[in-house]
């Protein structure tokens, strides 16, 4: 099965720091782009960093110099390292990965799999 988990929410203090994991089952992962979206109730989900799969990264603004998104394509795992968190921070952190191409058996064109999201609170 095809799948995308987080781990590594929880509840930190404003200037602390916590880094999230999303494991993917299926080698398509380590080909294609992922990335990290956040939703607070009410609102739309956001982006908060993408990685390809070679390594280039952005990021929203509200993150940069904070927050750092990284890869190992050998474990199809993804990370989202947050340091100094804020208030403002406190979400459900989703993983994402666009994919596009063949994988036993099934073709996907620029689908997107999405985890099941792990909390994130930053208290003041």
């Known amino acids: 099965q095809v799948q995308l988990v987080e781990f590594g929410g929880g509840l930190v203090q404003a200037g602390g720091s916590l880094r999230l994991a999303c494991a993917a089952s299926g080698s398509i992962f380590s080909t294609n782009p992922m990335a990290w979206y956040r939703q607070t109730p009410g609102k739309q989900r956001e982006l908060v960093a993408a990685?390809?799969?070679?390594?280039?990264?952005n990021y929203a603004d509200s993150v940069k110099g904070r927050f750092t998104i990284s890869r190992d394509n050998a474990k199809n795992t993804v990370y989202l390292q947050m340091n100094s968190l804020k208030p403002e921070d406190t979400a459900v952190y989703y993983c994402?990965?666009?994919?596009?191409?063949?994988?036993?058996?099934?073709?996907?064109?620029?689908?997107?799999?999405w985890g099941q999201g792990t909390q994130v609170t930053v208290s003041s």
């Open positions: 994402n990965a666009n994919v596009h191409g063949a994988y036993k058996g099934t073709y996907y064109s620029n689908y997107d799999f």
């Open positions: 990685i390809t799969s070679g390594g280039n990264t």
